[in-house]
């Protein structure tokens, strides 16, 4: 076997197939400003879903000073991209965390591309349903530039924000495509306010119950 991971051998995998077995998962998609978070605390507070940001378990993972932590943080100063199988294997952790208590898990901002779909099947399990969180490129780029004037972050200002959205588009359109063809793709139209958003997740509810 030698120094190879042995993170995602073939116990490893079934045994985390056969922990998620009952659990929805929803894969959840949508641009910078769409509006997705608001829309999968919403889903947490009606459903009893599990959310998981791998932005925010990345960004825990190296406040935690943990050994991971720390080679994250040093790949991430260099503006390398995390990979992949670090990323899946802090996603399978935190499932597996939450798996006696959670109805199901809302994987935000996952895949960005087909490649990782489909390691995310093959090394966790099959995803449910994706949500695609719909918003216009003029509501987005309007809304992070409202949001730019209370938040205080440099990447809210208009020339970034495009740069982010050209950059989400380009990477999201194959993923919905191939999700797409599977038929679980449900799309939102998010250009209208958060509670009108959620009242169409609602519709699509049989498959978060």
Do not use: W
């Not at 530039?145 to 989400?168: A, C, H, P």
């Amino acid at each position: 076997m030698g120094s190879q991971c042995s993170c995602f051998d073939d116990e490893a995998v079934k045994s985390c197939k056969v922990k998620l077995k009952n659990h929805k998962i929803i894969f959840v998609v949508g641009g910078p400003g769409s509006g997705k978070g608001t829309q999968c605390e919403k889903i947490v507070e009606k459903y009893g879903y599990t959310h998981l940001s791998t932005g925010d378990l990345l960004r825990a993972e190296v406040s935690s000073g943990s050994q991971r932590g720390k080679k994250l943080s040093a790949i991430m100063e260099k503006g390398e991209l995390v990979p992949l199988d670090t990323v899946l294997e802090m996603l399978r952790d935190a499932m597996i965390a939450k798996a006696d208590t959670s109805k199901g898990y809302l994987i935000d901002g996952y895949p960005r591309e087909v490649k990782q779909g489909e390691e995310f099947e093959k090394k966790i399990s099959p995803p449910t349903l994706l949500l695609y969180v719909d918003a216009g490129k003029d509501t987005m780029v309007k809304r992070l530039l409202k949001r730019g004037e209370t938040s205080g972050r440099v990447d809210d200002n208009e020339e970034t924000i495009k740069k982010r959205l050209e950059t989400y588009y380009k990477a999201t359109e194959p993923v919905i495509a191939f999700y797409e063809k599977r038929g679980i793709v449900r799309k939102l139209n998010a250009e209208g306010p958060p509670d009108e958003v959620f009242q169409q997740v609602c519709t699509h509810s049989p498959p978060l119950k």
